[in-house]
């Protein structure tokens, strides 16, 4: 498993999640940020998803 990184912000820059989660690759990380960021109503927040490399796997502004 690999540690992977979802930031979400409020439009003014102001950081309202962050957190690190466990994931067995990019596609299963995607889809798990994609469904933490629903059940905390920011979808349509700006957020991004990293991996351990540092490759944006998930990104809105």
Same mark, same amino acid.
């Given at each position: 498993?690999?540690?992977?990184?979802?930031?979400?912000?409020?439009?003014? #820059?102001?950081?309202? $999640?962050?957190? $690190?989660?466990?994931?067995?690759?990019?596609?299963?990380?995607?889809?798990? $940020?994609?469904?933490?960021? @629903?059940?905390?109503?920011?979808?349509?927040?700006?957020?991004?998803?990293? @991996?351990?490399? #540092?490759?944006?796997?998930?990104?809105?502004?």
């Amino acid at each position: 498993m690999k540690t992977y990184k979802l930031t979400a912000f409020e439009a003014n #820059g102001e950081k309202i $999640a962050d957190e $690190a989660f466990q994931a067995d690759d990019d596609a299963a990380a995607k889809e798990l $940020a994609e469904k933490l960021l @629903s059940e905390k109503n920011l979808l349509e927040k700006t957020h991004r998803c990293t @991996s351990p490399s #540092g490759k944006l796997l998930l990104f809105h502004s």
